[in-house]
């Protein structure tokens, strides 16, 4: 255990942490804005993540663009999947029990695995554009610039989508929504369209999170349901109900799983993420920062 | 949100006089029907009996199987169905007892029986340890935590040098599928039982009153908390058993095996295919489901799971409720149209 007591060791474990919370972020955005406000627990969540980053490899593949820049066309694709997806499916049974949504979901998120599965088999593949090898030194601490630029972009994101939720009408229409349904619909809100709108709205961010992921990492077809767990996971740490919390939540479970599987050995990375999970959601039901609404 | 989860099965309003527990004497559609499912469960039971005669080794697989999966989902029908608390991580008791079947079996050089009965017993008093905490939370969040214990339970079995540390665990061979075959019918049967004991009595009671208001129940006088715990401890127990069962039957054993999430969503599947808070409604869901699969799997050996994901989908959609509901009321296309209207937003 002397690697712990090294000078360099802890701030680069705290800059990794950092950087893979980054992306956790906007892994659990989409995630919680569809828990929070419509009360649907979407285990597709990761299966829009896979295809995000998978339209992101072929974009990249095919133009040689930058995957940050194939990010708002990936983030499009996914909008119009998601809209889709709750307009003609999961609207139909919004009010019905929790295990309804949660099979449904679940239904989705099996036929969507295994057609790409079917696809585009189960090969490893990343993106890899041409600075991925490159890293800012500070001192003994190294920092890889493609993952630095994505937890500076899924800052602003997270930024921005503040901003919608609090500046524009159709984003006081999604909070009004979450808070009481009935009261938005006396208010004219359209109902359907905004549960569609909110879900699209998750998964462009699922797409998002699956581009930095695409140029961070490698994946195959089946990496969704370990992070819809983890999005999961997420949500609880921070506390549902609003856009800081998840902030810190990411941050944070990047910090523990970092951290945890550098002191105790990979192997009991998950082991110790859940029993995080377990005891909080015992002790601390509505997480470090929840709210009863989405604010 | 927490306090916002809704119960799982909503209050019967309009078609249906209450499952089981609540069915007075009075004859209608649904007494019938479940009389009726009662009566072709007991016809089929000795059919079941004498099929070891004639079956070939694949049926005898096939059925064991679902004989299996029939206990996993009877199992999570009394904390998931009776009681409404959706447990999304019974694999952990499944796992659990079979890990403690072999490690008996092996280590112990107990013989199969008793091990797996250890093994059952081992996961009653585990869940009942683990649903004291876990089973104050409500909703969502009780799924989640389930599945967080699921996924602990597994890692540390993968972590931890006693339990094999991710190397299988090899059980002496058995080759004597007929002894599989009929405890697994046993033990399915036993459940059945045990549900039908459970359903008729003041825990059954209790546990539904739990299931439509917790709050109200409290109030009434019933000790919510060992109510739910008994239930979640059973439901552990019987998946123990089904697990020590899995293990001798499979002989080798590892945790990405025993411990895998789908099976989890799975038994969900098939006890709300067949009718969540009715005692054969499992079982029938779980015939139904693996057929499904046996018969996509062996005409679109390719896209078995895709099509597998999309009749999920179609089934939460048109039967939410399940069959058992389906036929208690008096069959037409129209239902499926209501059914699709009813949770409208």
Known sequence: MDFLLHPSFWPQQIVNGLLIGGVYVLVALGFSIVWGILNIVNLAHGAFIMLGAFITFFIWDATNLDPFLVLPIAAAILFVIGYATQAGIINFVVRAPLLVTLLLTFGIEIFVTNLALYKWKADIRSVSPSYAGQSIELGSTIIPITKLGALGL??????????????TKIGASIR???????AARLMGVNIPRTYALTFGLGAALAAAAGTLISATQPFDPSIGS?????????????????????????????????????????????????????????????????????R | MADTAEPLVRR??????????????????????????????????????????????????????LFILSILATAWNIIGGYTGYAAFGNVAFFGGGAYVTAELMTRGAWSFIPAMLAGGLAMLLYGAIVGLPVLRLRGHYFAIATLGVAIMTRELTNNLAIFGASQPINLPLKNDPNLFYYVALGLLVVSIIVTYLIARSK???????I??????????????????????????????????????????????????????VRLIIMAVLGGIGTPLGPVIGAALLTFIQETLWKNFTNLHAVLFGAAIVVVVLLMPRGIVYLVRQKFAWRIFVRNLRQYRV
């Open chain 1, 176 to 182: 009004a929504m979450g808070m009481d349904l009935t």
């Open chain 1, 154 to 167: 899924a800052c602003a994101i997270t930024g921005l989508l503040a901003l919608f939720m609090t500046r």
């Open chain 1, 226 to 294: 370990s992070y819809t767990i983890r999005a999961f996971v997420i949500c609880v740490l921070g506390g549902l109900g609003s856009i800081p919390a998840v902030l810190v939540g990411g941050l944070l479970f990047g910090l523990i799983e970092t951290i945890g599987s550098v002191v105790l050995g990979a192997g009991y990375k998950d082991a110790i993420t859940f029993l995080v999970l377990v005891l909080l959601l015992v002790f601390r039901p509505n997480g470090l920062m929840g709210k009863e609404y989405y």
């Open chain 2, 12 to 65: 019967s309003s309009e078609q249906e006089s209450p499952a089981g527990p609540g069915a007075k004497k009075r004859r209608t559609t649904a007494t019938i029907v479940d009389r009726v499912l009662l009566i072709c469960a007991l016809v089929s039971l000795p059919i079941m009996v004498l099929v070891p005669l004639h079956a070939t080794g694949y049926w005898m697989n096939l059925l064991t199987e």
């Open chain 2, 203 to 209: 825990l059954g009671f209790g546990l539904v009153a």
């Open chain 2, 211 to 264: 299931r439509e208001n917790e709050d109200a129940a409290l109030v009434m006088g019933i000790n919510t908390t060992m109510y739910k715990v008994v239930a979640f401890a059973l439901n552990a127990l019987l998946c123990g058993l089904a697990g020590g069962l899995y293990a001798y039957w499979h002989s080798t054993i590892d945790p990405p095996t025993v411990f895998d999430l789908t099976t989890n």
